[in-house]
């Protein structure tokens, strides 16, 4: 088995390296990568050849998780620009952001406390209005003006928005279960 260890995820996947990506496409390179490198197609060869093909599946699913997921993609794209996102260590956002950071984590406890699911589910709404809004953002930072540095801020914003989908959905678990 021939595995090129050295090509980044969207070469891999025979995809271009922006941020917008057809994801039947990419769904469909993956199971045809997947297949091709399974270690079940390995299990009369040698021991040498077995570990490679682990190792190649093992990368090609790892790669298909990261280009899979928006923010992921940001971060990687990112990276492969030599840009570190920061997101530990920076927390500085625009304080129009924080304030609606403040706002949403208000509405989601005051939709808990009341036990309102509907609430919450409209709540979840809206945020995946805001999350797709930001990926489309990320979209034009990324591919179109190669804007780093917004995209980097954009990233971080994501991460905060996925934690509030995140309580969001632990909220609405709590009240159903």
Request: proline letters at 3%.
């Amino acid at each position: 088995m021939s595995a090129d260890f050295s090509q980044d995820h969207f070469a891999l996947f025979q995809l271009p390296r922006q941020f917008r990506i057809d994801a039947t496409r990419l769904d469909s390179a993956w199971r045809t990568a997947a297949a091709a490198a399974h270690p079940d197609r390995f299990a009369a060869a040698g021991d040498a050849e077995k570990r490679v093909a682990l190792m190649q599946a093992t990368r090609i699913n790892e790669a298909y998780q990261t280009l899979k997921s928006p923010l992921a993609r940001a971060r990687y794209l990112l990276q492969l620009a030599g840009v570190d996102t920061a997101e530990e260590t920076n927390t500085s956002m625009p304080p129009a952001f924080l304030m609606a950071q403040m706002e949403w984590r208000e509405n989601i406890e005051d939709a808990r406390h009341g036990k309102d699911v509907a609430a919450l589910e409209a709540l979840s709404q809206q945020l995946r209005g805001e999350v797709k809004a930001l990926e489309s953002e990320l979209a034009a930072q990324l591919d179109d003006a190669a804007d780093h540095a917004g995209a980097a801020l954009s990233v971080r914003k994501l991460r905060f928005l996925e934690k509030l989908d995140q309580e969001i959905g632990d909220a609405v678990e709590a009240l159903l279960y």
